[in-house]
């Protein structure tokens, strides 16, 4: 998977995570709720996927809403304010509208200077790619202060009829500040690497809408407004690729498992998860899991997942952890930092 004459940014500065928020709306489906949508039963939810629930946007949230509460946290623990943000990219497949960005819409909300502000679609593993996008601008020492933020209003783009995807995908967002340090830090970003297989994008998809196929009565007849997946394929794939991403971002460090604190990978299912940890050789104790809690929240998975770890006293400053995304793309990615 590495790719060719791949180097980092040789540079004085350096990425570290200023401040960390993140933000879970206060409506909740459970798996019972499920059960009177879909032919579906808490117990199949539970032993397939480890969800339990997942928190649902109120009518009048979009994306930006959710992105603007976990920003604020985040600005809190970093001791900043939005004046001092030099740049936004929002993650996000379920944004406020096509145009403009939410990342625009977030820049506006926050009272933001005429900073440069965007989205990036690489669906689960857009909060990666945007996290390296930021610090690869911080590497050069274009900018000091990014909002990196991963945000999804899932369920609007979810068919509650359709009991393979319904029952997995929820709503929220995250959100980190990355600063500037000196490269000498032992506390920051110390690599990524992004991945994708376009040549698998049709087994996740959500077609409707776009310039193939715009919107129109056949795509709303058909359901084409919705995600699909092939779940099994993705599961295979989804394994595979996580347990590469690990190995990969180890490697080039020269660093082993045992060092790591804490993997937090995405959160699409708890037995990709396990199964990850056991063909990475990994203890399941020392994997982040927040999805019984918020179900899969796509490009929010990682930093919700890391938020909740923060909050909960597990994951620690000067801790060595690893970040691990796959999603529809097929997309794929790691970062390894010391928090
Ligand atoms: O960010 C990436 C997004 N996508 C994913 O993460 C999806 C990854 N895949 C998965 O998580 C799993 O494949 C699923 C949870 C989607 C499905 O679990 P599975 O263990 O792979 O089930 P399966 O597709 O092999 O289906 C087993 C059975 C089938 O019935 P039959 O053919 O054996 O009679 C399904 O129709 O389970 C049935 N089934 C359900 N039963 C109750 C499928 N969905 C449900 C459901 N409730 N919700």
Redesign the pocket.
Known sequence: MTQPEFRQVDSPFRSHVAGVGSYLPEGVLTNKD?EKL????DQ??VE??GIQRRHMAAPHQATSDLAYEATLKALKMAHLTAQDIDMIIVATVSGDQVMPSTACVLQHRLGCRTIMAFDILA??SGFVYALSIADNFIRTGMYKNILVVGGEVLHRFVNYKD???????GDAAGAWILSRTEASNPQKIMSSHLHADGGLGEL?VLPGGGSRMPFSQEVLDNKKQY?T?K?????KN?VRTLTQCCHEALDFNGVNATEVDWLVP?Q??V??LESVADHFEFPKEKVVMSLHETG?T?AA?IPVAFDLAVQEGKIKRGQLILLAA???GLTSGSLLLRY
């Open positions: 499920l879909v032919d579906t039963n199949w939810i397939r996927t669906a689960c009991r393979e995807t319904c029952i997995l995908f996740f995600v997946m779940g099994r394929e993705i599961f989804a995405h699409a299912n037995r990709i899969n796509s998975s796959f999603g529809a």
